[in-house]
């Protein structure tokens, strides 16, 4: 029997204890993630249920328009306070006191510029603005305290799957309440919305305890200069990675009438069932790959191995919604939103791109090139939105699938062009020096 040197003796058990400590964390988040989407799901059953096709697109416009306004009013600091943290978890409280009050400022000027825009987005429809001027509160709330979870996420994974879930379950226990009396409308959601945000910091502040209080110190440590230079960064990938599974919403929400918007929203909810595989996995893999010292070819091999069940996984899931979809839709929707079901094998391909997309951009930004990955995800972005507008035109709502693939594909082979370039660089420890 040849015996094993002890460098690579080492090596390769250092690999195994990489892969068994990420594997529990990854079943964690990836339990959380579908418990996450369950509950979307569920939520997303009782709107469309009480308000119909019409209200059901309404409520996704609205939807779009908060997921994009909170990504902004991060700053990037989702990925700054979790990579840091990762770096220098003794520096936790001035971390996420720094990052909560640049979120705070820039909260409060995308809040301010919101409400302001609402008769605009609302068409004069006084319903319509009271939700959408709720949405916009839920966004100023998500900045004066999400970077306490941003932490949490480098901390401990199991309590940040805990805040994460605590919000969606809260928001379809209101929201079934409502429906139970009677009493759903479209500012009644809206208000459920921000209960269950503000509810979830309740909930962070009873489970978070000393892993996301940190130490304080004496030393200068990590300033706003710097969370603002790599949120920047991150946010150059963040925002169109936001924009990207919005924009279609967006679009068709000027373009076709709110009925359409109501059957690609649930088209989409189902398609996305696919989603929290690959949100776990890059949830996971990003702290953990940004603060491990592995050589440059097993950080490789790690990185393709990660990269190929991702793919396995997500087209299995994939196949499986599309052989269900056409008993899943109208059985829990209702048989009025039977025209979801083709929208749901339109998107399935999307999906798959999108998933392998985002666990290779959290490997870019993990080797400290968080530029990288907001390059590609522009470049995708832009190539999507050129082709929205003449495919809506030329295929109704069924144009929105046709151009979003286009862009997830675009930004896929952009991201993946990137980390092979940064692996032939040798770009593991990037980051040592920040």
Same mark, same amino acid.
């Given at each position: 029997?040849?015996?094993?040197?002890?460098?690579?003796?080492?090596?390769?058990?250092?690999?195994?204890?990489?892969?068994?400590?990420?594997?529990?964390?990854?079943?964690?988040?990836?339990?959380?993630?579908?418990?996450?989407?369950?509950?979307?799901?569920v939520s997303g059953i009782v709107v469309a249920r009480g308000l119909g096709p019409d209200g059901r697109g309404h409520w996704a416009a609205i939807l779009a328009y908060f997921a994009l306004a909170q990504v902004v009013a991060e700053v990037?600091?989702?990925?700054?306070?979790?990579?840091?943290?990762?770096?220098?978890?003794?520096?936790?409280?001035?971390?996420?006191?720094?990052?909560?009050?640049?979120?705070?400022?820039?909260?409060?000027?995308?809040?301010?510029?919101?409400?302001?825009?609402?008769?605009?987005?609302?068409?004069?429809?006084?319903?319509?603005?009271? $939700?959408?001027?709720?949405?916009f509160i839920g966004v100023l709330l998500n900045s004066a305290f999400a970077s306490s979870v941003y932490a949490l996420q480098a901390v401990?994974?199991?309590?940040?799957?805990?805040?994460?879930?605590?919000?969606?379950?809260?928001?379809?226990?209101?929201?079934?309440?409502?429906?139970?009396?009677?009493?759903?409308?479209?500012?009644?959601?809206?208000?459920?919305?921000?209960?269950?945000?503000?509810?979830?910091?309740?909930?962070?502040?009873?489970?978070?305890?000393?892993?996301?209080?940190?130490?304080?110190?004496?030393?200068?440590?990590?300033?706003?200069?710097?969370?603002?230079?790599?949120?920047?960064?991150?946010?150059?990938?963040?925002?169109?990675?936001?924009?990207?599974?919005?924009?279609?919403?967006?679009?068709?929400?000027?373009?076709?009438? $709110?009925?359409?918007?109501?059957?690609?929203?649930?088209?989409?909810?189902?398609?996305?069932?696919?989603?929290?595989?690959?949100?776990?996995?890059?949830?996971?893999?990003?702290?953990?790959?940004?603060?491990?010292?592995?050589?440059?070819?097993?950080?490789?091999?790690?990185?393709?191995?990660?990269?190929?069940?991702?793919?396995?996984?997500?087209?299995?899931?994939?196949?499986?919604?599309?052989?269900?979809?056409?008993?899943?839709?109208?059985?829990?929707?209702?048989?009025?939103?039977?025209?979801?079901?083709?929208?749901?094998?339109?998107?399935?391909?999307?999906?798959?791109?999108?998933?392998?997309?985002?666990?290779?951009?959290?490997?870019?930004?993990?080797?400290?090139?968080?530029?990288?990955?907001?390059?590609?995800?522009?470049?995708?972005?832009?190539?999507?939105?050129?082709?929205?507008?003449?495919?809506?035109?030329?295929?109704?709502?069924?144009?929105?699938?046709?151009?979003?693939?286009?862009?997830?594909?675009?930004?896929?082979?952009?991201?993946?062009?990137?980390?092979?370039?940064?692996?032939?660089?040798?770009?593991?420890?990037?980051?040592?020096?920040?």
């Amino acid at each position: 029997m040849v015996g094993v040197s002890p460098p690579l003796g080492r090596v390769t058990a250092g690999v195994g204890a990489l892969r068994s400590g990420l594997r529990r964390p990854a079943l964690q988040a990836t339990a959380t993630n579908l418990g996450m989407v369950a509950l979307a799901t569920v939520s997303g059953i009782v709107v469309a249920r009480g308000l119909g096709p019409d209200g059901r697109g309404h409520w996704a416009a609205i939807l779009a328009y908060f997921a994009l306004a909170q990504v902004v009013a991060e700053v990037g600091q989702s990925g700054a306070v979790t990579y840091f943290v990762s770096r220098h978890p003794e520096q936790l409280r001035q971390i996420v006191v720094r990052a909560r009050w640049l979120m705070l400022v820039a909260g409060v000027v995308l809040t301010v510029a919101g409400l302001v825009a609402t008769p605009l987005l609302a068409d004069d429809d006084p319903e319509l603005q009271w $939700a959408y001027a709720l949405m916009f509160i839920g966004v100023l709330l998500n900045s004066a305290f999400a970077s306490s979870v941003y932490a949490l996420q480098a901390v401990s994974i199991g309590r940040w799957n805990v805040v994460r879930l605590a919000q969606p379950l809260l928001y379809s226990i209101v929201i079934t309440a409502l429906a139970a009396v009677g009493m759903l409308s479209l500012i009644g959601v809206a208000c459920c919305l921000v209960v269950s945000i503000l509810l979830q910091f309740i909930v962070l502040a009873l489970v978070k305890g000393a892993a996301a209080e940190g130490h304080a110190s004496d030393e200068p440590g990590i300033g706003a200069r710097r969370l603002l230079a790599y949120g920047g960064a991150y946010a150059g990938a963040a925002v169109p990675t936001s924009v990207a599974g919005q924009y279609d919403k967006l679009v068709l929400s000027r373009t076709v009438p $709110a009925s359409d918007l109501g059957q690609y929203a649930v088209g989409s909810t189902v398609a996305n069932l696919v989603s929290p595989f690959a949100t776990a996995i890059a949830s996971v893999m990003f702290p953990r790959a940004s603060k491990l010292g592995l050589a440059d070819g097993e950080r490789a091999r790690l990185e393709t191995t990660t990269l190929v069940r991702t793919a396995l996984v997500s087209v299995v899931v994939s196949a499986g919604l599309c052989l269900v979809a056409p008993l899943l839709v109208p059985l829990l929707f209702g048989r009025s939103f039977s025209a979801a079901v083709p929208l749901v094998w339109a998107l399935a391909l999307v999906m798959v791109f999108r998933s392998l997309s985002q666990v290779a951009g959290a490997f870019v930004r993990a080797r400290n090139h968080p530029g990288h990955a907001a390059a590609a995800q522009i470049t995708g972005l832009v190539s999507g939105l050129l082709a929205m507008g003449p495919a809506i035109g030329l295929w109704g709502v069924f144009g929105a699938p046709v151009a979003l693939g286009l862009g997830e594909l675009v930004t896929l082979t952009a991201v993946a062009l990137a980390l092979v370039m940064l692996r032939r660089r040798g770009t593991t420890e990037g980051g040592q020096h920040a």
